[in-house]
């Protein structure tokens, strides 16, 4: 198991931006991806995005591609998720994950079944 601690989540109005961060400690990751899930009382766990640790390469939901950034630092085990444009439907639990890297599958779409490591969230409020 990966232990996850995300931080950074805030309330900000339409068109904003904000910067969520997850520490990633108990495991080396080269063999991970890590992730961010969003969830709210109205959807199931929608995938944001994710990234390969060892080689960078990235995945991104369709209603986020273009406004969010996932991003990793190897020097501090950590990865963030850079929003940008943001919009009332983006109010949610954000919930940073990790679980083994599968390229070939994730290149067919990602849900959580892909993680096996969860982070207790962080609430991201969007005004309009």
């Known amino acids: 198991q990966v232990h996850l601690v995300e931080s950074g989540g805030g309330s900000m109005q339409t068109g904003g931006s904000l910067t969520l961060s997850c520490k990633a400690s108990?495991?080396?990751?080269?063999?991970?991806?890590l992730g961010w899930f969003r969830q709210d009382e109205t959807r199931e766990r929608e995938f944001v995005a994710a990234i390969s640790w060892d080689t960078g390469v990235t995945y991104y939901g369709d209603s986020v591609k273009g406004r969010f950034t996932i991003s990793r630092d190897k020097v501090k085990n950590t990865v963030d998720l850079h929003l940008d444009k943001v919009k009332p439907e983006d109010t949610a639990v954000y919930v940073c994950?990790?679980?083994?890297?599968?390229?070939?599958?994730?290149?067919?779409?990602?849900?959580?079944?892909?993680?096996?490591?969860w982070g207790r969230g962080t609430q991201v409020t969007v005004s309009s």
């Open positions: 108990g495991r080396t990751l080269d063999t991970y991806a």
């Open positions: 994950a990790a679980g083994w890297y599968y390229p070939v599958a994730f290149m067919k779409g990602l849900d959580d079944s892909f993680f096996g490591s």
